[in-house]
């Protein structure tokens, strides 16, 4: 086949200077398994980029994929690193996806071990890009915490009842425990008051507070009726739940005063007993039958007298004494009990003040926890930055994931995660010495956050928020494809105005599922995407990620995201297939190579073990 003068191919050493888009822009993502193979299968392939990441967390192991950045020593580490500098190629990391999250969220709250844990293994993977790259992203995924989307993000909706179903958390933002999961539907008991007062409960026939149950829905519609408003459906469920627990306050500080009250008048009682056996016992020394007679007719004033007729009435009359003693006791012991009581109600009381004071909603404590997983990992990478003197920042990069993943998947999302964590890590370092901190000037440290934290953009993973974006009344579901993307793409250009993005990831789907097919066999717009990438001024290599291809043709990710994007000339005279598959079917090879891994064989000779040519390989 014939081509012009602007034909390139991979084995043309002027390669990537002549493209828009060269197989430098776009890389590979390999891993799960021996990263030093991955790296060599992956330049075999023609990367000129290659991002290494890891599946496995804690101790790793071969089996099922499970490794770690632990797992490859100095030797390994060295071997990459000079593979990489020798074939000219850009390397890239992937903290383990066996994180599930950087705030520490478990099934039953916020975990400050669970919270080091993240941030252990990120650091591990850190030290691992420290030694094998000349610098760049640390990709770690993000699924902070549970949250609504409907009402929250405009046009989303997880599923038609979203509003009503989805639980609401409240945490306590000292412990992280979650104490409070609610819907719209959930329902809560609160304390009736009686018309015409602020405080004073309707007692039931029993004499007891009594209570009618409220639920979350009707207490916001009530609320916004009277004209009160909330940021989101977080704040209205801590509002019922405050006003709850004041309900439940109103009436432990009804009962605390009910039992004080009582307590007053027992030990009234108490010490007005207490002067009639003094009187009583005095008596008996100098007249026993005497005080024998009043003792008799104390305790029949108190109605502490057994009932006429019983055996314990004949006792009563032979030795009233004692039963004033015992009368005695017995309001010593019910003087006790009530104390104990108004004590008892003022603990709870002064308990649920402070259960008040610390349930706040699960978003307050996760981006606050969120932030200082990720300044605490940047300050390290920035560390080891500087004591391997590497050639660029050596930064964090927290990932979107996916809609039902939680916090961290929406672009709002990502950019307030990255904002936050980028004010974290300059209070860290403005702090003083004394503190953990470096003392440094407020300049200095906001401009290493803004080189050491930037958000991993992954196309793939924000498209499938497509699924749950809502049609307008008789919108065509074309249509309404055409408005998410123009969504979708305007986010991309308000975190690239504000610099958030430093990384990016390419892979293609329909809108339901992150499948990782082949950049272009999709519908997602990464040709607009990568366009809008390159105009805000974002120049560094993107990360092809497979997943849907074979093994085989693994490959293709990449090769399938330079046929799609590149604006090279060769794209104008061929079809990519066409030189593909033009080396014996197999992928083309790499702009050079340098070392012992030639691509194949089949490069060497047509007998088994016969040179080709002068016997080198075609590298």
């Given at each position: 086949?014939?081509?012009?003068?602007?034909?390139?191919?991979?084995?043309?050493?002027?390669?990537?200077?002549?493209?828009?888009?060269?197989?430098?822009?776009?890389?590979?993502?390999?891993?799960?398994?021996?990263?030093?193979?991955?790296?060599?299968?992956?330049?075999?392939?023609?990367?000129?980029?290659?991002?290494?990441?890891?599946?496995?967390?804690?101790?790793?192991?071969?089996?099922?994929?499970?490794?770690?950045?632990?797992?490859?020593?100095?030797?390994?580490?060295?071997?990459?690193?000079?593979?990489?500098?020798?074939?000219?190629?850009?390397?890239?990391?992937?903290?383990?996806?066996?994180?599930?999250?950087?705030?520490?969220?478990?099934?039953?709250?916020?975990?400050?071990?669970?919270?080091?844990?993240?941030?252990?293994?990120?650091?591990?993977?850190?030290?691992?890009?420290?030694?094998?790259?000349?610098?760049?992203?640390?990709?770690?995924?993000?699924?902070?915490?549970?949250?609504?989307?409907?009402?929250?993000?405009?046009?989303?909706?997880?599923?038609?009842?979203?509003?009503?179903?989805?639980?609401?958390?409240?945490?306590?933002?000292?412990?992280?425990?979650?104490?409070?999961?609610?819907?719209?539907?959930?329902?809560l008991p609160f304390l009736k008051i009686k018309e015409g007062t602020k405080d004073e409960p309707v007692l039931n026939k029993e004499g007891y507070p009594d209570f009618e149950m409220l639920d979350f829905k009707k207490y916001k519609a009530k609320k916004e009726k009277e004209g009160q408003r909330f940021r989101d459906d977080e704040e209205a469920a801590q509002k019922f739940f405050y006003?709850?627990?004041?309900?439940?306050?109103?009436?432990?500080?009804?009962?605390?005063?009910?039992?004080?009250?009582?307590?007053?008048?027992?030990?009234?009682?108490?010490?007005?007993?207490?002067?009639?056996?003094?009187?009583?016992?005095?008596?008996?020394?100098?007249?026993?039958?005497?005080?024998?007679?009043?003792?008799?007719?104390?305790?029949?004033?108190?109605?502490?007298?057994?009932?006429?007729?019983?055996?314990?009435?004949?006792?009563?009359?032979?030795?009233?004494?004692?039963?004033?003693?015992?009368?005695?006791?017995?309001?010593?012991?019910e003087r006790k009990f009530m104390a104990d009581a108004a004590v008892a109600y003022g603990k709870q009381e002064a308990q649920l003040n402070q259960q008040q004071e610390r349930t706040v909603p699960i978003s307050q404590v996760g981006k606050q926890r969120t932030s200082e997983t990720l300044a605490n990992a940047a300050i390290y990478a920035w560390e080891r930055e500087q004591a391997q003197k590497l050639d660029?920042?050596?930064?964090?990069?927290?990932?979107?994931?996916?809609?039902?993943?939680?916090?961290?998947?929406?672009?709002?999302?990502?950019?307030?995660?990255?904002?936050?964590?980028?004010?974290?890590?300059?209070?860290?370092?403005?702090?003083?010495?004394?503190?953990?901190?470096?003392?440094?000037?407020?300049?200095?440290?906001?401009?290493?956050?803004?080189?050491?934290?930037?958000?991993?953009?992954?196309?793939?993973?924000?498209?499938?928020?497509?699924?749950?974006?809502?049609?307008?009344?008789?919108?065509?579901?074309?249509?309404?494809?055409?408005?998410?993307?123009?969504?979708?793409?305007?986010?991309?250009?308000?975190?690239?105005?504000?610099?958030?993005?430093?990384?990016?990831?390419?892979?293609?789907?329909?809108?339901?599922?992150?499948?990782?097919?082949?950049?272009?066999?999709?519908?997602?717009?990464?040709?607009?995407?990568?366009?809008?990438?390159?105009?805000?001024?974002?120049?560094?290599?993107?990360?092809?990620?497979?997943?849907?291809?074979?093994?085989?043709?693994?490959?293709?990710?990449?090769?399938?995201?330079?046929?799609?994007?590149?604006?090279?000339?060769?794209?104008?005279?061929?079809?990519?297939?066409?030189?593909?598959?033009?080396?014996?079917?197999?992928?083309?090879?790499?702009?050079?190579?340098?070392?012992?891994?030639?691509?194949?064989?089949?490069?060497?000779?047509?007998?088994?073990?016969?040179?080709?040519?002068?016997?080198?390989?075609?590298?």
């Open positions: 086949m014939a081509f012009d003068s602007d034909y390139w191919h991979a084995l043309d050493k002027q390669s990537a200077s002549n493209l828009e888009i060269s197989p430098k822009d776009i890389g590979i993502s390999m891993g799960a398994g021996d990263v030093l193979q991955s790296m060599s299968s992956a330049i075999n392939m023609g990367a000129g980029t290659v991002e290494l990441g890891f599946t496995g967390a804690g101790k790793g192991g071969w089996g099922q994929g499970g490794t770690t950045p632990e797992m490859f020593g100095k030797d390994k580490r060295e071997a990459i690193r000079q593979l990489a500098k020798i074939n000219d190629v850009h390397v890239s990391t992937h903290a383990s996806i066996g994180i599930s999250n950087l705030s520490g969220m478990t099934n039953h709250g916020f975990d400050r071990q669970a919270q080091q844990q993240t941030l252990n293994e990120i650091r591990r993977t850190v030290d691992f890009a420290a030694d094998v790259t000349r610098g760049g992203p640390v990709t770690v995924h993000t699924a902070e915490f549970p949250r609504t989307v409907a009402g929250r993000f405009k046009n989303f909706k997880l599923f038609p009842e979203e509003e009503t179903k989805t639980h609401i958390y409240l945490v306590d933002n000292v412990t992280g425990e979650i104490k409070q999961s609610m819907t719209r539907e959930t329902q006003e709850y627990m004041d309900q439940e306050k109103a009436r432990l500080t009804f009962e605390k005063k009910r039992w004080s009250h009582q307590l007053k008048r027992v030990n009234d009682q108490f010490d007005y007993v207490q002067q009639i056996k003094k009187s009583v016992d005095d008596q008996y020394r100098t007249d026993p039958e005497a005080a024998k007679h009043n003792a008799m007719k104390w305790v029949e004033q108190l109605h502490h007298a057994p009932q006429p007729g019983t055996k314990k009435y004949n006792e009563f009359l032979n030795d009233p004494i004692r039963f004033l003693n015992e009368t005695v006791t017995d309001f010593d012991h660029k920042p050596l930064f964090i990069s927290p990932e979107n994931i996916f809609p039902e993943g939680g916090y961290g998947s929406h672009p709002e999302e990502m950019r307030e995660m990255v904002v936050n964590a980028r004010k974290a890590m300059v209070d860290k370092l403005c702090s003083p010495v004394e503190r953990g901190g470096r003392s440094m000037g407020r300049g200095e440290a906001e401009q290493i956050a803004n080189d050491h934290i930037k958000a991993t953009f992954d196309v793939g993973h924000a498209y499938t928020w497509k699924k749950f974006f809502e049609r307008e009344p008789g919108e065509t579901s074309e249509q309404a494809d055409k408005r998410f993307n123009k969504w979708m793409l305007g986010e991309v250009d308000k975190l690239n105005k504000e610099g958030i993005i430093g990384h990016v990831h390419l892979s293609d789907n329909f809108g339901y599922y992150d499948e990782h097919l082949t950049p272009g066999t999709g519908s997602a717009p990464l040709k607009e995407f990568v366009d809008k990438m390159r105009k805000s001024g974002h120049m560094e290599p993107m990360i092809a990620e497979g997943g849907a291809q074979s093994n085989e043709e693994y490959y293709q990710a990449m090769t399938g995201g330079w046929k799609h994007l590149a604006s090279s000339p060769i794209y104008r005279t061929a079809k990519w297939t066409d030189i593909e598959d033009s080396y014996f079917g197999r992928t083309s090879s790499p702009t050079y190579m340098v070392g012992k891994y030639a691509p194949s064989q089949e490069y060497l000779g047509s007998e088994k073990g016969a040179p080709f040519w002068t016997g080198l390989g075609l590298e």
